[in-house]
C-alpha cells in the first residue's frame, strides 16, 4: 500500500511544480529549468512505481523528494542561485508541496520499516 501512496504524493508535488513553472516560474532563470525537472521526474518515477517498477524507484521517490524539500528551505533561508521566496508563498502550491513531500518521505521511512520487521522481503 505505500507504493500507491508514494505514488500519488509524489504526483501530487510534480502537479504542483508543473502549474507554478507555467505560472510564471518558467521565465526565472535556472528556477524555471529546476521546476520543470521537478515536475517531469516526479511524474515518471510515480508512473513507474504504479507500474510496480523495482523497489529502488521508491528511494529515488524519496531522493526527490527531499531533495525538494531541501531546495524549498534554501529559497527561505539564503536563497537558491538568486532566487528567494518568502514564507508559504505562493500559495496555496509551496504548502501543498511541502505536505506532499514530506508524505512521499514517510511513506518511504514506512516502507522500509516494513521490509526490515519482514526480513528484507517485498
Same mark, same amino acid.
Not at 115 to 121: K, P
Given at each position: 500500500m505505500t507504493r500507491i501512496g508514494i505514488a500519488v504524493a509524489l504526483a501530487i508535488a510534480g502537479i504542483s511544480h508543473a502549474y507554478l513553472y507555467i505560472h510564471g516560474?518558467?521565465?526565472i532563470p535556472r528556477i524555471g529549468t529546476a521546476f520543470? *525537472?521537478?515536475a517531469s521526474v516526479p511524474f515518471a518515477i510515480a508512473a513507474l512505481i504504479l507500474l510496480g517498477g523495482p523497489a529502488w524507484l521508491r528511494w529515488a521517490a524519496a531522493t526527490t523528494a527531499g531533495?525538494?524539500?531541501v531546495?524549498? *528551505?534554501l529559497s527561505r533561508s539564503v536563497g537558491l542561485f538568486g532566487f528567494y521566496e518568502q514564507?508559504?508563498?505562493p500559495s496555496p502550491h509551496a504548502a501543498v508541496s511541502v505536505v506532499a513531500e514530506v508524505l512521499t518521505v514517510g511513506l518511504w521511512a514506512a516502507y522500509l520499516v516494513s521490509? *526490515?520487521?519482514?526480513?528484507?522481503?517485498e
Open positions: 516560474y518558467c521565465h520543470i *525537472v521537478q531533495g525538494s524539500l531546495a524549498f *528551505v514564507g508559504w508563498q521490509r *526490515v520487521r519482514a526480513g528484507g522481503r
